[in-house]
């Protein structure tokens, strides 16, 4: 009977939250303002190229090694890319800083697929909101943490996180712009590497799919960037960050049913696009010295794949646009 009542009340918080949530949505360019890209603005010429992402383009991606490798000026390549950063977070940071992002020249996203999946909400209060009511009930029987299981039941931090963000926006109107970071945006991993276990484990990047789908809300806002970067006159090339070889070939084997969905809506949303890069683009006997965990790249890493960047990248704006293939193939 207890059992049955504490259901009920976790269903019920699940239900108000759902829609309390998509009575917040209109307000989501508030919710995700902040000043922390700002710092292009102290840039004495804009960037001739942006690299946006999440933290496979953050820890994988350092704009210094690209620029020099170049022969571009200080400031030219930056790295705008965070952990967990998602394509409409990124959109709204193109949209912020559009007086200088817009006279870019290049603008490469780095894609790994699981940052497309409806899974991928819980790393943000805003979009954990948009939980339809079969998930919210699923995290509820199945919680990760207790995190999740707050997410699924009551909202928990998520509702009352997203409505401090909306309530103090104005505050944050008025907040100083940073300073240029080091390595204008780029960060390095460092220390042992660990976790190399979870290559075998890929579908749980996904969560239960179909239980979450790739994310139809994310593919909207990645279509939106592309074509505001393609309205400003610059080119949009995705790039696909190196993994561990058996990270890949987990992917082969276990999520050829997600990659497929994962393309089809790829192709739907951005239509034709150049794509460059690869997951098997580290040799195997170099996984040690280059990966942090089995897809972070360490600073050794970080160079590597930046140089590769720089040696391919004219060759990758050469290419025409064309439809984007299965995501293993490249």
Not at 209 to 226: N, R
Not at 277 to 285: E, I, K, N, Q, T
Request: with cysteine.
């Amino acid at each position: 009977m207890l059992f049955s009542k504490i259901i009920l009340l976790f269903s019920f918080a699940a239900i108000t939250v759902h829609f309390a949530g998509r009575l917040l949505w209109p307000y989501e360019a508030k919710y995700y303002f902040n000043r922390r890209e700002s710092w292009v603005e102290r840039l004495q010429t804009p960037p001739e190229i942006v690299f946006m992402g999440s933290s496979t383009l953050l820890y994988g991606v350092s704009p210094s090694v690209i620029q020099k490798q170049l022969g571009l000026h200080d400031g030219a390549v930056i790295n705008l890319s965070l952990d967990a950063r998602s394509p409409i977070a990124s959109y709204y940071v193109w949209e912020r800083e559009n007086p200088t992002l817009s006279k870019a020249k290049i603008v490469v996203y780095g894609l790994d697929p699981w940052i497309l999946s409806e899974n991928f909400f819980s790393t943000d209060e805003f979009t954990s909101l948009r939980y339809s009511l079969r998930q919210a009930i699923y995290q509820l029987a199945h919680p990760a943490s207790l995190r999740h299981l707050n997410i699924a039941a009551f909202g928990g931090p998520a509702l009352l996180t997203a409505l401090h963000d909306l309530q103090t926006y104005h505050a944050r109107i008025d907040q100083p712009i940073p300073p240029i970071p080091p390595d204008y945006g780029g960060k390095n991993l460092s220390g042992w590497p660990t976790n190399f276990s979870d290559a075998f484990h890929i579908r749980k990047y996904f969560g239960s799919y179909p239980t979450y789908q790739i994310s139809d809300l994310y593919l909207e806002g990645f279509a939106e960037l592309k074509r505001r970067v393609e309205a400003s006159g610059a080119i949009f090339i995705l790039l696909l960050p190196p993994k561990r070889p058996k990270w890949s070939e987990s992917y082969r084997l276990n999520c050829a049913d997600i990659d497929s969905d994962v393309v089809a809506k790829l192709n739907k949303y951005l239509g034709p696009t150049r794509v460059f890069g690869s997951f098997d683009l580290v040799p195997p006997a170099m996984q040690p010295q280059y990966f942090q965990d089995d897809f972070h790249l360490g600073e050794s890493g970080q160079r590597f794949f930046s140089q590769w960047i720089a040696d391919h990248l004219k060759e990758a704006i050469a290419k025409p646009p064309e439809k984007i293939r299965p995501l293993a193939s490249y």
